[in-house]
């Protein structure tokens, strides 16, 4: 048997795109799984679209990922990355060779013809296709096209993901394959180099079923063996439209931008399309390697779920603080360094250990917001957020609350960050509830605003500890002096 050799052939039209990184995700898997090659091919024809920036961000973020270079495919050598645009002549050999053994032939048609051909077959309800016009044309200009045996009869395939997959003949035609014979179309390039490149699976997207049928009649004119083929079912935004830049972000850059840890993208994208009959949803990239198959693919559009990629990408941020703090610090340092104004990274480490933190991110984005109350200002709170309706607290209790607390603290010592005395300083602020008589609510809800001046925040012995006994004094005195005033 040859040897299993897939492809990744994004084409620089634009930023490296979620849908290419899950199409290359299952290749990569695939490739993995059964010992293969994976090839990376640059699909560059297009000089009016394409742009090196766009390679390049496009080569950069695969291999961020792991999906290309050292981690993933090897990139070099016969891995690529090829580009499209270093293999004209062999496109020029491939179509003279065709034109030559008659496969093909040159239509001068003016774009009015082809446009009255077309009405009339429209006003007769008929398919629109090329009618043959030119295929015995002898002179050599205008575009080239493949000329379809007359008894071909339907095309069909065994798709890897579909199943047995039919395209009727009538509603193919002689289809172009080449602008002139140095300008050859998608087609052509593709056959071409999925044959030279030894391609022995062709997995990609389903936008890209109608033209499977084309590419089998173009292996079928050189005598070349077929690759297998598998459509991926589409991404769609969250109203089942297919995915779009309008409705969602779609590019790489922004999910990491914003954030997304790579490995936890990678988990996600996995499960766009694809799962396991237990549903499980976190996997580190070695169980993805063994798990994967290409018949647990849906055939169902897969919907982008946003909320499922921040659960993930919150597990994923959970479970390397728990493992790596250092590392994590590394990756998250780019948000967290110029948006919190204390940069002392030892302290900052422990906060993101603490288990009153754990879970509190979804993104690394959110980190610097997580961490003001420990490091911002106190920002100017209401009175009515302090003594909140619903414990009854009258300013005679939140004034006689925050003298105790003030006592309480002025008579504890710990370093800040020593989270070792969060019991303690836990235990003296709850001594003030029984030495006050009051209820829990009436003590601890104002501690907590005093110390955070949030609505929400970490609970108070947490906040104390970060923050310091000179800090804290300092923020009990302005909620006396509020309550006072
Ligand atoms: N370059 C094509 C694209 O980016 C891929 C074509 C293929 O997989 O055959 O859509
Ligand atoms: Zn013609």
């Excluded at 077929?226 to 850059?253: E, Y």
Aim: with cysteine; aromatic share 8%.
């Amino acid at each position: 048997m040859s040897k299993i050799r897939l492809r990744i052939p994004p084409s620089p039209t634009g930023l490296l795109h979620i849908g290419t990184v899950r199409t290359a995700l299952y290749n990569y898997l695939f490739a993995k799984k059964n010992g293969g090659d994976l090839v990376l091919r640059i699909e560059d024809t297009d000089k009016t679209r394409g742009t090196t920036a766009f390679e390049e961000d496009i080569i950069n973020g695969l291999q961020q990922l792991g999906l290309a270079g050292n981690e993933g495919v090897h990139v070099g050598g016969d891995y690529g990355p090829y580009r499209q645009s270093e293999r004209t002549e062999i496109y020029q050999n491939y179509l003279k060779q065709l034109l030559d053994e008659d496969k093909a032939y040159f239509c001068a048609c003016s774009k009015e013809r082809l446009e009255e051909v077309r009405n009339e077959q429209m006003a007769k309800k008929l398919p629109t296709r090329y009618d043959g016009h030119c295929s015995k044309a002898k002179e050599a200009n205008g575009v080239i096209r493949l000329r379809v045996p007359n008894d071909r009869g339907d095309i069909t395939w065994m798709d890897l993901v579909r199943g047995e997959t039919a395209i009727h003949a009538k509603e193919l035609d002689d289809f172009v394959i080449a602008r002139s014979i140095d300008d050859p179309l998608y087609h052509l390039t593709v056959v071409a180099d999925d044959h030279d490149m030894k391609i022995s699976h062709v997995i990609r997207g389903e936008d890209h079923i109608s033209n499977t049928p084309k590419q089998i009649l173009l292996f079928e004119a050189f005598g070349w063996d077929l690759p297998q083929f598998g459509h991926l079912p589409l991404i769609l935004n969250q109203d089942k439209s297919k995915l779009s830049k309008r409705k969602n972000k779609v590019s790489m850059d922004d999910f990491l931008g914003e954030g997304y840890l790579p490995d936890a993208l990678l988990n996600f994208l996995a499960l766009l399309g694809w799962n396991t009959p237990d549903e499980q949803e976190i996997f580190s990239m070695e169980e993805l390697v063994e798990k994967f198959s290409l018949d647990r693919v849906h055939k169902g559009g897969a919907v982008f779920d946003l909320k499922k990629l921040d659960w993930i990408n919150g597990e994923y941020i959970k479970t390397m603080i728990r493992e790596n703090i250092d590392g994590f610090y590394e990756i998250a340092k780019v948000f967290i360094v110029g948006a919190v104004s204390n940069e002392d990274e030892g302290l900052i480490k422990k906060i993101l250990q603490d288990p009153d933190f754990e879970g509190r991110f979804k993104k690394l984005s959110e980190i610097p917001e997580g961490l003001e109350p420990l490091f911002a200002e106190l920002p100017d709170y209401p009175l009515e957020l302090i003594a909140k309706e619903k414990f009854k607290i009258t300013p005679e209790m939140l004034k006689q609350v925050m003298e105790k607390a003030i006592e309480v603290v002025e008579n504890l010592e710990w370093k800040k960050g020593d989270v070792s005395k969060n019991q303690g300083i836990s235990e003296a602020f709850m001594g003030i509830v029984s030495a006050l008589e009051l209820k829990n609510g009436q003590v601890l809800w104002p501690i907590r605003v005093a110390l955070s001046g949030l609505e929400r925040s970490p609970n108070f012995a947490t906040l104390a500890v970060y923050l310091g006994k000179e800090e804290v004094l300092k923020r009990l005195k302005v909620a006396l002096e509020k309550v006072d005033g």
